[in-house]
């Protein structure tokens, strides 16, 4: 079906009312849960398929997050319908208003390869909790998880309500074309901006998803030591890239550490490293991004693993020291398995490389000194920060999760999701009874006197 007449049909499907009721939206979310159950084992074998990872990891940060998201919805859901009073300005005494969240309406989901089911169906939990429709275009670059998506769509939901369209860098642009109500994209910066300019001719609001070289900082606390504290230190950081590897948006991209813990620390992630294996870590995904991530290699000595295999396009949980400071891998997001560690003077030198980089998604800083906390919160800014862990701000549902300038705008998860995708329309109503005359021309009063009865009725 062509995008323009898909389109229609989603509008016109959205026209009748049908996703609007509390009803309705909770048997949409009931409907996908339903699904993924159905396809668990089929998604789980894509997820292997597509990017070699493991049952448990597919499950944990694919399957279980949509799952907890959809559950937490509707549980809330009619909590966040709820309308919100509020009181009347001066003129419209006596009166009563109030604030309704209404669906923004049809919403094209634009989802990445690196998560390709938590990222595609976790905005599609907050459209189906506002009562809108979707349209959903999975990456072409994990084509098997899209292929068990759009059978799973097909049996749970209307084509009006819910839709797949599979296809290349060229069918996203057919579909940015189209006059959607709402545009939702995670992915590439670069991508990004084409996505913003397109909507743009709609004036489509957009929420833009996108990534950047997440920083950790490592500094200890006022009495200078790091101790038993830092194999933690080093398995958290470790953890946060091999996840995916390191194939995540907010994974830890770079550590910038005090020069006196540079060597113990990166001692410390080699051994991190090792300790988790290789047997369930994930592939790169395709051969351009292979090649890419492979060449950062070179920027650097490795001082833990290094090791690579071009046929099954995987890449060893890298350390990377000595690294020159113009080197690529440190200008570019790196989206791999390759870690550089940074010895720096002290704090201050580590703020300035942050202020002079775009702002990330996530900021990581391993400290138990209150004071730097409080000055990295004040002197940078990123969608989000962490302190003495990696990534695990972004695995609940009640706090929202986003980015700033470079690394994205706009917000969801939980709550965050369903205001992103509703609009707060005002609904007043007015007695005809009482119909005050100072209103209408010519004055029948001196500014004095307004003053005076504004001040009366506390405007």
Not at 84 to 100: C, N, Q, S
């Amino acid at each position: 079906m062509a995008p323009a007449d898909l389109l229609q049909q989603q509008k016109s499907h959205y026209a009748t009312g049908a996703t609007r009721s509390f009803e309705a939206r909770r048997d949409a979310l009931r409907g996908l849960l339903q699904g993924l159950d159905r396809y668990e084992g089929e998604l789980i074998a894509a997820l292997h398929a597509d990017l070699g990872k493991g049952a448990v990891e597919a499950y944990t940060s694919e399957l279980f997050v949509v799952i907890g998201e959809a559950r937490h919805a509707m549980a809330n859901l009619s909590r966040w319908m709820k309308p919100v009073r509020h009181r009347v300005p001066f003129l419209a005494w006596p009166g009563r208003a109030r604030v309704d969240r209404e669906p923004c309406g049809a919403v094209l989901i634009i989802g990445p390869w690196n998560y390709p089911l938590q990222l595609l169906l976790t905005p599609l939990v907050g459209v189906l909790a506002a009562g809108g429709t979707a349209v959903l275009k999975p990456s072409e670059h994990s084509p098997r998880v899209a292929a068990v998506i759009a059978r799973l769509i097909a049996e749970s939901f209307h084509l009006g309500h819910v839709a797949v369209v599979s296809g290349d860098a060229a069918v996203s642009e057919s579909l940015l074309r189209e006059p959607f109500d709402h545009i939702f994209f995670t992915g590439s910066a670069p991508t990004g901006r084409k996505v913003m300019a397109a909507a743009a001719a709609n004036l489509t609001p957009v929420t833009l998803e996108l990534g950047g070289k997440c920083p950790v900082l490592v500094f200890p606390g006022k009495d200078g030591r790091l101790g038993e504290s830092l194999e933690v230190i080093a398995r958290r950081i470790a953890w946060g890239k091999y996840l995916n590897a390191g194939q995540t948006c907010v994974a830890p991209d770079h550590v910038l550490v005090a020069s006196e813990h540079h060597g113990p620390l990166v001692a410390a992630l080699g051994k991190a490293f090792r300790s988790f294996g290789l047997e369930d870590h994930a592939r790169i995904v395709n051969r351009p991004h292979y090649e890419r991530v492979k060449a950062f290699l070179r920027d650097g000595r490795a001082f833990h693993g290094g090791g690579y295999d071009d046929d099954a396009l995987r890449i060893d949980p890298t350390v990377l020291i000595d690294v020159p400071a113009d080197a690529p891998v440190l200008q570019e997001e790196i989206f791999g398995p390759i870690l550089p560690v940074i010895p720096c003077e002290g704090p201050d030198e580590a703020l300035t490389r942050l202020r002079s980089q775009p702002a990330p998604l996530a900021l990581y800083a391993f400290t138990k000194n209150r004071e730097l906390m409080d000055r990295i919160v004040r002197e940078t800014t990123s969608g989000g920060v962490c302190f003495n862990d990696t990534v695990v701000h972004i695995t609940g549902q009640s706090m929202p999760f986003g980015g700033v300038g470079e690394s994205g705008m706009g917000r969801y998860r939980g709550k965050a999701s369903f205001d992103t995708f509703t609009r707060e329309r005002i609904v007043m109503h007015r007695p005809l009874w009482i119909d005050l005359p100072f209103r209408y021309p010519p004055p029948r009063v001196t500014v004095d006197r307004l003053k005076a009865l504004m001040r009366f009725s506390g405007k």
